[in-house]
T-cell receptor, first 114, second 116 residues
Framework: GDSVTQTEGQVALSEEDFLTIHCNYS??????LFWYVQYPGEGPQFLFR?????EKGSSRGFEATYNKETTSFHLQKASVQESDSAVYYC?????????????FGAGTQLIVIP | EAGVTQSPRYAVLQEGQAVSFWCDPI?????LYWYQQPRDQGPQLLVY????????NSQLPSDRFSAVRPKGTNSTLKIQSAKQGDTATYLC??????????????FGKGTRLTVV
């Protein structure tokens, strides 16, 4: 079945550091890819999506590029802030059906130290 | 615009007890989902509806879990006889059916269930 792998369980950075969170996927079809962010006590919030090869999604300074060849959708941000501390989830959605059928990775907790 | 509303926010049960979770999706959203999120894990889909019809409940432990959406608006997820392994946050989400690249799924804050 479809699945998402996030390599890092936790990332700790200082403010203004560069962020990369790795996401690789496995899917039989051509899925849409998503990043969600979850703050304590809240549900996941949509960050951005990409739905075709080489498409870049971005929001709030975060970005990721859909790479079909390497089956990856790595999240990056040039300069993190303390307010970015949260759990980040990579997810894939089944194209052609309701795109709410999301398969989530295990999540990466980002801790930004001021 | 009101978001997805869930109640209760917290529940603590003993094993064997029953519990129901309630969800009010965003007005006009025809698709509703229930996800289970164990601690320190990503959400996992349990069941989803389009209007009042179940689209997929293959991940729902059918012997103890049930979900309904009788009028295609609000929904209830029920656990008949809770087990410690059911301890998790239960998330409800909603969206518009198959809007292609513009589909966006909105999540509620969840119900945190602890079974002791």
């Amino acid at each position: 079945g479809d699945s998402v792998t996030q390599t890092e369980g936790q990332v700790a950075l200082s403010e203004e550091d560069f962020l990369t969170i790795h996401c690789n996927y496995s899917a039989s079809g051509y899925p849409a890819l998503f990043w969600y962010v979850q703050y304590p006590g809240e549900g996941p919030q949509f960050l951005f999506r990409a739905s075709r090869d080489k498409e870049k999604g971005s929001s709030r300074g975060f970005e990721a590029t859909y790479n079909k060849e390497t089956t990856s959708f790595h999240l990056q941000k040039a300069s993190v802030q303390e307010s970015d501390s949260a759990v980040y989830y990579c997810a894939l959605g089944e194209w052609g059906s309701a795109l709410g059928r999301l398969h989530f990775g295990a999540g990466t907790q980002l801790i930004v130290i001021p | 615009e009101a978001g997805v509303t869930q109640s209760p926010r917290y529940a603590v049960l003993q094993e064997g007890q029953a519990v129901s979770f309630w969800c009010d999706p965003i007005s006009g959203h025809d698709t509703l989902y229930w996800y289970q999120q164990p601690r320190d894990q990503g959400p996992q889909l349990l069941v989803y509806f389009r209007d009042e019809a179940v689209i997929d409940n293959s991940q729902l432990p059918s012997d103890r879990f049930s979900a309904v959406r009788p009028k295609g608006t609000n929904s209830t997820l029920k656990i008949q006889s809770a087990k410690q392994g059911d301890t998790a946050t239960y998330l409800c989400a909603s969206s518009l059916w198959d809007r292609g690249p513009n589909t966006e799924v909105f999540f509620g804050k969840g119900t945190r269930l602890t079974v002791v």
